[in-house]
């Protein structure tokens, strides 16, 4: 299986990912996923938990109610603006699409108001309370799951600015129900009960968020004093490697060389040759290693993969312009890619002008692996054909389970670089995206 020429597909001029390339990535906001995208990854399945949890809540508390108020489309129509809510958090939770911005946080507040209102006008005029407690329950287990993917702030703030639209349209239908409001103090009650869930669950996700940031940044700091001061203990020994590295490679030539002069005791024609010849091999590996960037680097031998050596191909040395939080994301992406077992081919391109960088990751899947098909049943796929028994030729294949373990280094490098993009087929990985230079 050979993939695509990465040469071939990294166009600047026509990526649309080139005009917004060239502006430095945005400052990533207090959040888990942007702080931590690797352990948000596993913050999606709670997520998707609880909103299934306040659909079939809200699902539930409508067919009990539904006898008293004979209001069957606002009612399916407040159930369905829970359910798009509860859509957009399992959608744009996913770590392909992150992060999770405040447009579709915000989304979901006034999804949920609607639906309260839509439930407040469906109850207008009937003896029963002017409010279910399932839709504030709802948004508050919305809330909830939104913990890892927006800043403590904004959800307290969000959260609290939903409790207030609640509390006054509670008030209202409190002191328009036909049976009374039975006193202040029942309206109150009322008014209260209603934005408990909204309060409660809001102020806890805001902890839960702000308890998690800083326990990240405080690791955070704490490693990198770790990392300094391991760095410097490392130095001297590594300057030593290298010294006795290049008395090693010089070893052959050079002491028959002064041997030999010692021995004649005089420095002749062939001496000065020999001694120039050294002379220009020494220059060109010092500049040969100064050229070399830190990716290829890391991927020049003894690195190896079942099917050929890995290949970078980047001219320009543009390697050298990401920031550090950008290699070591793709430094981590690589290594996963190469402890990969089912991994035959890996080369990376790198193009680019004078403010961006364009990056186009193939990996080549050569070996049989095993996958999931549709019903459950395990098949593999062909290492010469590159597809499963019974795909046509060709043919994309679903993601499968195998790929997860790419999914918390494609979160990490995602976080760090802009308009990554993420590409499994049953021939391999096609991972494209670019950055700013530092």
């Not at 389970?401 to 049953?426: I, M």
Request: hydrophobic content about 45%; aromatic content about 6%; some cysteine.
């Amino acid at each position: 299986m050979n993939p695509a020429n990465p040469a071939h597909t990294v166009n600047p001029a026509n990526s649309e990912r080139a005009v917004n390339a060239v502006h430095p990535a945005h400052t990533p906001e207090r959040t888990q996923q942007q702080l931590d995208p690797a352990a948000s990854v596993g913050a999606r399945i709670p997520a998707v938990v609880l909103c299934v949890v306040a659909v079939i809540w809200a699902a539930l508390e409508i067919a009990q109610v539904h006898a008293e108020r004979d209001a069957l489309a606002l009612q399916l129509l407040t159930l369905g603006l829970l359910l798009g809510a509860a859509v957009i958090i399992v959608v744009a939770s996913a770590p392909s699409l992150a992060p999770f911005t405040r447009r579709e946080h915000a989304t979901v507040h006034l999804l949920a108001l609607s639906a309260f209102l839509v439930d407040l006008i469906a109850a207008w005029g009937t003896a029963r309370t002017p409010w279910d407690a399932s839709i504030a329950g709802c948004l508050g287990l919305f809330l909830i799951a939104l913990s890892p993917y927006r800043p403590a702030r904004e959800l307290a703030l969000l959260g609290t600015a939903s409790a207030v639209v609640i509390a006054s349209f509670t008030f209202l239908g409190a002191q328009a129900a036909p049976t009374g409001n039975g006193g202040t103090a029942l309206t109150l009650l009322l008014v209260l009960s209603a934005v408990l869930p909204v309060l409660a669950c809001g102020y806890g996700a805001a902890r839960h968020s702000a308890g998690t940031v800083r326990g990240f940044l405080a690791w955070r700091q704490e490693r990198d004093g770790t990392i300094a001061a391991e760095s410097e203990l490392a130095r001297a020994g590594i300057y030593r490697a290298v010294h006795l590295e290049r008395a090693r490679e010089l070893a052959p030539d050079v002491t028959p060389l002064l041997s030999d002069i010692l021995y004649q005791e005089n420095i002749t024609a062939d001496h000065r040759t020999r001694a120039r010849a050294i002379a220009a091999r020494i220059r060109s590996g010092l500049v040969a290693d100064v050229d070399r960037t830190w990716l290829q680097t890391a991927l020049a031998p003894p690195a190896t993969l079942a099917g050929s050596s890995p290949r970078v191909d980047d001219p320009d040395g543009l390697a050298s312009r990401m920031d550090r939080a950008q290699r070591t994301a793709l430094h981590a992406l690589i290594m996963c890619v190469m402890d990969d077992p089912s991994t035959a081919e890996l080369s990376i391109a790198l193009r680019g002008d004078d403010e961006a960088s364009f990056a186009t990751i193939a990996v080549g899947f050569g070996h049989t692996r095993s996958r999931w098909s549709p019903r459950g049943t395990r098949s593999t796929r062909s290492a010469r054909s590159g597809r499963s028994p019974g795909r046509p030729r060709g043919t994309r294949s679903a993601r499968g389970p195998e790929h997860a373990r790419y999914d918390p280094f494609l979160a990490e490098l995602r976080a760090a670089v802009t308009g990554l993009t993420a590409e499994f087929s049953s021939r391999g990985l096609t991972v494209k995206f670019s950055y700013a230079h530092r």
